[in-house]
């Protein structure tokens, strides 16, 4: 149905935190629930993991190989592989748990308006940690820092025991905070490691002692990063390996894997987000910018709502075969082949972009957005959007997406006002972003200070003019926000433009999808595949949904748009950023003068391509017309990408590359014969609000 309020098992956690005692709360009586169900002599202490670390065969194995190597006393290599264990190991201390948890409790109840959990998984959960044997993942999507935080306030909410939470080492090094962290249930882990034997033989063998002798869970983000364009990234493979290596020696009968959704409203970091996908770098993480970060607590309900949707558990047995665990009894140094890892990483990531819940303002960005290109001298009244916003909800749940709405409406509803309060209570979080002026007209307001640049000297990429800046900010802002709809509107939006405007054969479209799927299959974490004919089904599956709905048709053995091109229209514009920053990083990949080189490194094309993509923003040129091109995320995918292809080549040392010139050719000719429908206006040319105080429309 789509609604939130149908979806009845969805709980606000916070509602009953408002009505009672929060020192009484967290103080409460508790047995937490071990989703891990092991005899006492199974069971293990801290102490006892490291001791169980440090007397594995293959770490002392790997210890006397090191020292030998290193011509160095083996006591040596023992201290170091002490220190590596001690700064790795996590805690699990329940006094400090409900501490943080009454200070989490005051920040979340101050910050957000409700925290809505579909109460019924965690109850179907819980029932099934009862009874089984088997060890759980919790495996959430990764949107900001607070993830992790607000997955353990979830737990500590249901009486559920806090997992072991693999955590980066930027944390451990910040003061006191990451001492706290550990005793909560944090275990840190070093970002790269694959040169260091000895820590990833350590590390290796503590995760897998996790999984066999910890009653608690592990938790872990498998896109590895936070995405700070808000959409599913491409997964991690390393952490979940060494997990499914457990599996596969028969420590546990199974794993289950908890894929969880969050969803944000506004998330703390997004104006952070926007300037990082530009190529200014985050502070770095330390106590003192933590201490600094509370100036969120200024406005109360300033980041709106979070939902969280815990999706079903995903048994790791099923992706393993008797082969596999045949092949390791007959070789314990057997690994398991990289295709069922990535089988498995993939089902996580698809089960987080099916249980994405959208949020009011992220149709009401996509509708922006649309409205600025399409009809920029026609801006948004509040009857207009209004009018428009019900629309693309039920566009929207053709594809099988999920609104939160506080209210209940549907288009039938003759009496708009549940609808426009709506509206305006999504604005209301981001009142520094998008408003309705003083006419009641909804503008874009001036979000970049210069002096934010100015103090970041390290940019990653080319450093963007002023004039620049100024637009880019507040559109990629807003990008970010349109960006979840698109776990739901990438496939038809790939569809309609390998289609086209005009008429095109059956065929030739198919293959403009290929093209497509491919070099975009990195920036929206689809798996690649050489097998056309799980792609036809793809193609075939989305098509269907297009010609049920009239938005397309086929006549004479070709395709045709339909003459409502609203739809299209809008499919085309969501898309149209992606497909010029992979155009633009092609070309300068092609024209790259190799007489001075023979090789190019990231670095240099990433500096490259922006520099391009701005000056074709600044001159209105045909490819990069819309802010979202400069992303710097988004030419690294597209390079990624291209290595994965294999028209990047690695040449002789880390980093440095060849292009297959002939490959590339053949790429942006069929770049260049895509039927693309550019819009009418232009960001460049958009009036943006000074950063004044707001005035609010009125129903």
Avoid at 363 to 369: G, Q, R, S
Avoid at 512 to 524: C, G, K, N, Q, V
Avoid at 561 to 577: A, G, W
Avoid at 634 to 642: M, Y
């Amino acid at each position: 149905m789509g609604k939130m309020e149908q979806c009845t098992e969805f709980v606000d956690l916070l509602l009953a935190r408002r009505k009672d005692c929060d020192i009484l709360w967290v103080s409460r009586s508790m047995n937490p629930l071990s989703p891990h169900k092991l005899p006492p002599e199974s069971k293990y202490s801290r102490n006892e993991m490291i001791q169980m670390v440090l007397n594995d065969e293959k770490v002392k194995s790997t210890i006397i190989s090191l020292a030998a190597m290193y011509q160095t006393d083996i006591k040596n290599i023992i201290k170091e592989a002490h220190k590596i264990i001690n700064e790795m190991a996590s805690k699990a201390h329940l006094t400090t748990v409900r501490w943080i948890g009454l200070i989490i409790t005051k920040v979340l109840k101050r910050i957000f308006v409700s925290i809505y959990i579909n109460e019924n998984a965690i109850y179907r959960m819980k029932k099934e940690m009862q009874i089984s044997q088997v060890q759980y993942v919790y495996a959430p999507s990764h949107r900001s820092y607070l993830d992790f935080i607000l997955l353990s306030y979830i737990l500590f909410s249901y009486d559920m025991a806090l997992p072991n939470i693999a955590s980066g080492m930027d944390f451990y090094q910040m003061n006191i905070i990451g001492e706290l962290l550990r005793k909560t249930g944090a275990f840190y882990m070093r970002r790269s490691f694959l040169n260091d034997l000895l820590y990833k033989r350590i590390f290796s063998k503590y995760v897998m002692s996790l999984v066999k002798h910890s009653d608690r869970a592990i938790e872990f983000f498998i896109e590895g990063t936070r995405s700070r364009s808000l959409k599913s990234i491409v997964p991690k493979f390393g952490l979940l390996s060494t997990i499914l290596e457990s599996l596969l020696e028969g420590s546990v009968p199974d794993i289950y894997f908890v894929p969880i959704s969050i969803n944000y409203e506004r998330p703390p970091e997004e104006l952070l987000f926007a300037y990082e996908l530009l190529g200014i770098p985050k502070p770095k993480e330390s106590t003192a910018g933590l201490l600094q970060s509370l100036s969120i607590l200024q406005k109360s309900y300033a980041y709106g709502c979070i939902v969280c949707n815990i999706g079903e558990p995903i048994s790791a047995c099923q992706f393993l075969s008797m082969e596999h665990r045949k092949a390791k009894v007959l070789s314990p140094y057997a690994k398991l082949p990289t295709s069922v890892i990535k089988k498995l990483a993939y089902c996580i990531i698809d089960s987080h972009k099916k249980n994405t819940i959208l949020m009011p303002f992220n149709l009401v960005a996509l509708l922006f957005n649309e409205r600025s290109q399409t009809y920029p001298d026609n801006p948004y009244t509040l009857n207009d959007l209004v009018s428009d916003y019900l629309w693309c909800t039920n566009f929207l749940q053709v594809f099988n997406a999920t609104i939160h709405t506080r209210k209940s409406f549907d288009r039938h509803d003759q009496n708009v006002n549940n609808v426009k309060q709506e509206i305006l209570d999504s604005l209301k979080p981001h009142e520094e972003l998008l408003v309705f002026d003083a006419s009641k007209i909804l503008r874009l307001k001036e979000r970049h200070r210069t002096t934010k640049l100015k103090s970041n000297i390290r940019v990653k990429g080319h450093t963007l003019l002023e004039r620049t800046m100024r637009v880019a900010i507040p559109v990629i802002n807003i990008s970010i926000y349109l960006n979840p709809t698109l776990s739901f509107l990438i496939k038809p939006a790939v569809v309609t433009v390998a289609i086209g405007i005009g008429q095109i054969e059956l065929g030739i479209a198919f293959k403009r999808y290929m093209l497509l799927r491919m070099l975009l299959s990195t920036e929206f974490a689809m798996p690649l595949t050489e097998n056309e004919s799980v792609i036809k089904s793809e193609w075939e599956e989305t098509l269907n949904l297009l010609l049920k709905q009239d938005y397309i048709s086929i006549h004479s053995n070709t395709y045709v748009q339909s003459k409502d091109t609203k739809v299209c229209s809008l499919l085309y514009n969501v898309i149209l950023p992606f497909i010029d920053t992979i155009y633009v990083t092609c070309l300068v990949l092609f024209e790259w003068d190799e007489t001075k080189l023979n090789y190019i490194t990231i670095q240099a094309v990433l500096i490259e391509t922006q520099k391009q993509i701005e000056k074709a923003f600044l001159e209105e040129s045909q490819w990069g017309q819309h802010p979202y091109s400069l992303s710097i995320d988004l030419v690294n995918t597209t390079i990624c990408n291209l290595i994965t292809q294999g028209i990047l080549i690695p040449y002789e040392k880390q980093h440095k590359y060849q292009v297959d010139k002939v490959k590339m050719t053949q790429i942006l000719t069929q770049l260049q014969s895509l039927s693309l429908k550019r819009p009418l206006g232009l960001y460049l040319n958009t009036v943006l609000l000074p950063m004044l105080p707001i005035v609010s429309a009125k129903l």
